[in-house]
């Protein structure tokens, strides 16, 4: 979606409506980088200083993170993701799982009744690429691998609510992902995903709700260690 020029009256409003429109529309998702201040000053039609203050307000509304040398990034997509991820990261890693239990225990179920043969094809991908990273130890890419696994059974529930709290969390999923990760070597971590997978595409929604149940309850046993 190209941005409009704005008019000279509330001009700073007038930007902050048109960059939700971008997040809104999912034209900029969570992650992306948006246009440098530069940019946005010429598609707007605006001064620096207005897109400036634009953007700062939606940083302070959760939606924006201005990071100093790198850019600005979407942060959620809505106030209220901004305001639950702001909380997620000042919470407790215990926390943080019980907060991923609820969200992929319910994903499992609903993508076992739900998926495309895309979808699996999707879950199935990742799956490969993490027992890969797995088998090599290669704990970096296996963080990646595994959160790709677990954002392909969201998706795949095709719930727009559901896969947008789950991509408001993001951040906070990938940390608790890699937190676990880089502990002692688990032999049996990558079969639980393997039986999720086949639960999922066997359609089998109390299975997948178990396999799920399985591996994030075996982390929240591990974080209250």
């Not at 319910?106 to 739900?114: Q, S, V």
């Amino acid at each position: 979606m190209p941005l409009a020029s704005t008019r000279r009256t509330g001009l700073v409003d007038q930007v902050i409506s048109q960059l939700r429109t971008q997040i809104d529309s999912g034209e900029w998702t969570v992650g992306d980088r948006i246009p440098t201040e530069t940019e946005l000053s010429e598609q707007l039609e605006v001064g620096r200083n207005t897109v400036r203050e634009a953007v700062r307000a939606l940083a302070h509304a959760g939606l924006l993170e201005i990071r100093q040398g790198a850019g600005t990034f979407v942060r959620a997509s809505s106030e209220l993701g901004g305001a639950l991820r702001r909380r997620l990261e000042r919470s407790r890693l215990l926390e943080n799982l019980e907060v991923r239990r609820a969200l992929e225990l319910e994903a499992a179920r609903l993508a076992a009744l739900r998926h495309t043969e895309d979808d699996i094809a999707e879950i199935e991908a990742a799956l490969a690429q993490r027992d890969t990273a797995w088998a090599q130890r290669d704990m970096a890419a296996f963080v990646e691998a595994d959160f790709s696994f677990h954002r392909a059974v969201v998706k795949a529930t095709h719930n727009s609510l559901l896969i947008e709290l789950y991509d408001d969390i993001a951040q906070v999923v990938y940390d608790s992902i890699a937190h676990t990760a880089y502990g002692e070597p688990d032999q049996e971590e990558g079969m639980n995903h393997a039986n999720l997978s086949r639960a999922i595409r066997d359609g089998d929604p109390d299975r997948a709700l178990r396999e799920a149940a399985c591996y994030i309850d075996d982390l929240l046993t591990q974080a209250k260690e």
